[in-house]
């Protein structure tokens, strides 16, 4: 057990020295979501929407797909507009996701003029 412990402790050490200068800087979601480029935006959000059943009269919650292009300053500012959108639209009670979550994705399409 002692042998095993001495050699996990040499390769960690060996692999911080090494990988660190060798690693690039990788964007996380959270840092793409905030990083400020002005421009046209589409943004995909998945959510909840709160749908009347006209047989019945009750309600229910029905995964829906939105898909918008707007301007925005970034990816956070995108879906903010497009949630701020919906929710005047859309009952009150829809769910709406995270930004950060994996039901929200955007892509830059390009400057705006």
């Avoid at 911080?16 to 793409?32: I, L, N």
Wanted: charged share 25%.
């Amino acid at each position: 057990m002692l042998d095993f412990k001495q050699k996990k402790a040499l390769r960690s050490n060996a692999g911080a020295a090494t990988s660190g200068d060798q690693r690039e800087f990788v964007p996380t979601a959270a840092t793409r979501l905030s990083e400020q480029k002005q421009g046209w935006y589409q943004g995909t959000l998945d959510f909840k929407r709160v749908v009347m059943i006209p047989g019945t009269g009750k309600h229910e919650y029905r995964d829906t797909h939105f898909v918008a292009a707007c301007k925005a300053n970034s990816g956070l500012d995108c879906y903010n507009r497009i949630v701020e959108y919906l929710k005047g639209r859309v009952d009150s009670r829809s769910q709406f996701p995270s930004s950060k979550g994996k039901n929200f994705k955007f892509t830059f399409l390009g400057l705006w003029k």
